[in-house]
Structure formats: structure tokens, C-alpha cells
């Protein structure tokens, strides 16, 4: 069966098309990001318009690319929630439009959901049940995937995000929006252990996150040295900030792993892109004799082949809409 996934949820414009779920056939994504620098962050008024401008262009890419026509899609998967209304709503009509047209079942597909279907594309073998790591610019939440298309969430942070945490310390630092990546970077030139910051939890709740605690920490770092005249070492408040988020991410994500008894562990989300993440996880699961995935660094950001991917599970389901669909901005992870 072949999906056409299209993405519109932040600030790319993407679309793909997967075989079975499982095999990329081609991947187009149009960034926005070098528009939204200028501002420090996403203008969504700005990323709505971006994705009008190019929605046309990059579907047509994509079936291009694939050789293929929507007339030998099986299904147009979409992603409809959660995010920018204005921008999920660019893709969602333009979903609608091409399955009206064609005639095809239109597939609403959860934001969250896909990125934990990037691992599909680049592990055949993996298969749920397994505990997913979701995180990303807007959301970081300990997940169990009982099915392809069955979920519940475990816990979830109770503020900031852990991209966004990543991008707000960046931006302290003085790094272009989006600086999760760069403050990564940074760090791996860094030492962890040159800064004590605090890895907060969350009263009452094994699994819940909160960052905002350690964002303070390293805004009133950085706001006091600058008050002071002192010159820090950059590599080594990003390293030793990055060893915190990724304490307090891996340490609630074994304990969950541990009480559910799964032995199969799964990082999605922009943030699993991280090497600090990356390498204290397959460090730990291997001590525990637990496996690990993670998407490849290419299908980590949003894109198109992970809606579609999700898309051919949703449609195996029967999770399909009418032309009444709606984007949602907000809409947990276990709801269709
Ligand atoms: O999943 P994603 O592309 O978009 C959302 O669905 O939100 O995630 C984007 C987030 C941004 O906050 C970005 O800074 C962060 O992922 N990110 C990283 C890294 N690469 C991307 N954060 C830390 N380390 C990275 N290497
Ligand atoms: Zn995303």
C-alpha cells in the first residue's frame, strides 16, 4: 500500500510517500526555519503563509520523486493535531482537497504519533509493545505504545518542553533560534561536571518532568556573570546544562521501563537527535540489557514519511475522516 504523509504542523512544509508503512520512497521537506530566525522563534502568522506558498509545490515533489500518482495512493495521511492551527490547517485543507479529488480515504495523523513512527522507517524489526521517549520543541512525555495505534501516556512535563528548554538556554547564550542543536554541539567540546545544576522532580509523580526549575538556573547563571563582568566557558555551562536535561529525561525514563517491564525502548522527537541523549541511553539500556532505537538523524525533525508511516497504521485501523476534519492545536497523544 502506498501513503502520501503531509506535515505542516510548525515550521516545515513536508510531504513523502511510504510503501507499507515501512519503506520511504521518497522524503521533501521545505524548511521555513532561516524566515523565522530573524525573530527568535516560529511567527506562525509567517509559517502559515510559507506553507500555502509551497504546499502545492512539495506534494507534487514528492509523487515525483516517488514515480508514482495520487491516483496509485492508497491513502492521504495528514497531520491534524496537535500544533499551529493556522499552519496544521494549510495541510488538512490541502489533504481534504486531493482526497476528494482522487477519491482516496483521507487519514488524520497524530503529530506525536508519527514521530514515534520514524523508527519504523529505519527498524523493520521493531514492533510495539514497547516505552517511547517523545521529545520535542513542544512536548516531552513518557509513552507506552501497546499498539500501533494505541497508546498511553505514562507522564509528561508539567512546563517547558525539553527542545524548548534546550532553545531558550541557547538563545541565553546567544545562539540562533533553533539552538538545541548548536547548544549540543557545543556541549560535546564542554565538561558536564564544570556547573552543578539542579535536576528538579516532580512531587508526587514518578515519571513527570519539569524543566523550568533548570532554565532559571541557567538564566540566572548567565544573567549574574554578565552583571559580574565574569567570562564562562561556554562549552562548559552548554555541556553541564545538557547533562542535566539528559539526568532528568533518562532517569524517569528507566524508572518507567523498569515498572512496566518493557524491554524495549524508543526515542522520537526532535530532541532525539541529541548525542548527550543518545549515548547515555544506549550506555544505560545496554547495562540493563535493554534494546534501544532512535529514528536516524534525517527523520528526527519533522517531515512527511513519518505521517505517512503512522498514516498506513491509522488506516489498517479504519482511522479514517470525512471532509468535515478539523485541525486541532492541542489534542493528547491516546485521542483520535
Ligand atoms: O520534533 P521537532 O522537529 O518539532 C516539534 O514537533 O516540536 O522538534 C524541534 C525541537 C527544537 O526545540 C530543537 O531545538 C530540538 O528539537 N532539537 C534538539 C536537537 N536537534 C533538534 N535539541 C537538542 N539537541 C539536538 N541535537
Ligand atoms: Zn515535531
Redesign the pocket.
Known sequence: MYILGIET??DETAAAVVKDGRQVLSNVVASQIEEHRLYGGVVPEIASRRHAEAISGVVAKALREAGLAVEDMDGIAVTHAP?LIGALLVGVNFAKGLAIAANKPLIPTH?LRS?IAANFLAHPELKPPFLCLVV????SHIVLAEDYTRFSVIGRTRDD????C??KA?RAMGMPY????A??NEAEKGDPAAFSFPRPHVEGSRYDFSFSGLKTAVLNLLHNAEQKGEMLNRADVCASFRAAVVDMLTENFLKAAQDTGMKTLVLA???S???G?RTRLTAECEKKGLTLYAPPLSL???NGAMVAAQGYYELLAGHTAGPDLNAIASLPIDKL
Open positions: 504542523s510548525c500544533g503529530h514521530h520535542s520543541g513542544g512536548h518542553a525539553a527542545g524548548e534546550f532553545d541557547a533553533p539552538g538545541g542543536v547548544l549540543d522527537g526532535g530532541v537527535a541529541n548525542k541523549l528526527c525533525g519533522d
